[in-house]
């Protein structure tokens, strides 16, 4: 077995939409980034190259590489995913925290699962998303910022 952590932030800008996991949600803010900025696909991308010990989503996809503008976030999950498959491992479940005031995550919990279960090819039982606030102390609680962290193990095929 081998787990991995991702952890990510993004500041708000203007605009009225954001991406998370895979899912155009109605905000009061988008985010910054230099692709679609889904903060939460970032966060387990990273944590699934954490588990595999294979650098972070930064070092495959530099910023300052302009292939990597505007793009889709699935497109660095899918590679990460690849790469998990190479190396003979599967998911055993995914457990993530999306850090943020607005928009409200519990209603689109179940939403978000059934699209990272269908982007990692897993069951929506093997998929966990909590919703926090962060009181609206600091940055993120004064929607200057969302953060979402995520844990991932993997199990090798040869062990199931
Ligand atoms: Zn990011």
Redesign the pocket.
Known sequence: MRIGIGY???RTCAGDHIWLGGVKVTAPFSLE?H?D???LL??ITDAVLGALAQED?GHHFPPSDEKNRKRK?SDFLKFAIERMREAKYKIANVDCNVICERPRIAPLRDKLRTSLATLLQIDLSQVSVKGKTNERADTVGQEGAVICQAVVLLVSHENR
Do not use: F, K, R
Request: aromatic share 0%; proline share 0%; net charge negative.
């Open positions: 990510d932030i993004h980034g692709s900025a889904d903060v970032h966060a989503i976030s």
